[in-house]
């Protein structure tokens, strides 16, 4: 079992920068790959970025790719999501999951919401002016 919280979250400008946290409570965090999803009001939950347990690799999807980066601490069993030059279009309630499986078949698994067993409750982002 795993929990995850979130935090970060808030108010910012166009343009402006925040940093998500993600802390797992697991023993062992790292056996766990971990990803980022957003849902606006009346949307879908949408897969944002992905890293594999051994941070070797990470994806983002095409709405982020160059102003997101999502990075991991084992250490101290967070992960994180870098997040700037933000657009009104990135506001959203951020969730982070987890899960022990190895997945396989690229952005389109690794950024599916079916794909993780664990999710936390949500931070709240919202861009404007």
């Known amino acids: 079992q795993v929990q995850l919280v979130e935090s970060g979250g808030g108010l910012v400008q166009p343009g402006g920068s925040l940093r998500l946290s993600c802390a797992a409570s697991a023993v062992t965090f790292d056996y766990y790959a971990i990803a980022w999803f957003r849902q606006a009001p009346g949307k879908g939950r949408d897969g944002v970025s992905y890293?594999?347990?051994?941070?070797?690799?990470?994806y983002y999807a095409d709405s982020v790719k160059g102003r997101f980066t999502i990075s991991r601490d084992n250490a101290k069993n967070t992960v994180y999501l870098q997040m700037n030059s933000l657009k009104p279009e990135d506001t959203a309630v951020y969730f982070c999951?987890?899960?022990?499986?190895?997945?396989?078949?690229?952005?389109?698994?690794?950024?599916?919401?079916?794909?993780?067993?664990?999710w936390g409750q949500g931070t709240q982002v919202t861009v404007s002016s």
């Open positions: 890293i594999t347990r051994d941070r070797n690799d990470t």
């Open positions: 999951a987890a899960t022990i499986r190895a997945l396989f078949g690229g952005t389109a698994t690794y950024l599916h919401p079916r794909s993780y067993t664990y």
